[in-house]
């Protein structure tokens, strides 16, 4: 079992920055990929960053110039730092992560708001 706990949401001006945190804890040494997801209201949830299994990052078109996924294992946590932010950035961000087993866990969410 994998915990996630997510931190850093909150509500910012379009144009403005925001990074998020997500702790982990329990069974880390089993992760092999791990990232963040959003679903904004009425729609489903979407990839935003992630590291994959292989070592590499993949980006959400939406993300790429903007985004940037990192990681601090001496911490056991991902970071998302967020830039020049959008209105249609407004969602719930969710740590994401999957072990060897190719068992998922979600964090249980921090919301962002860009205002316009």
């Known amino acids: 079992q994998v915990q996630l706990v997510e931190s850093g949401g909150g509500l910012v001006q379009a144009g403005g920055s925001l990074r998020l945190s997500c702790a982990a804890s329990?069974?880390?040494?089993?992760?092999?990929?791990m990232g963040w997801y959003r679903q904004a209201p009425g729609k489903q949830r979407e990839l935003v960053a992630m590291f994959t299994s292989g070592g590499s990052t993949d980006y959400a078109d939406s993300a790429k110039g903007r985004f940037t996924i990192s990681r601090d294992n001496a911490k056991n946590s991902l970071y998302l730092q967020m830039n020049s932010l959008k209105p249609e950035d407004t969602a719930v961000y969710y740590c994401y992560v999957r072990d060897i087993s190719n068992r998922g866990y979600w964090g249980q969410g921090t919301q962002v708001t860009v205002s316009s």
């Open positions: 329990g069974n880390i040494f089993s992760i092999n990929a």
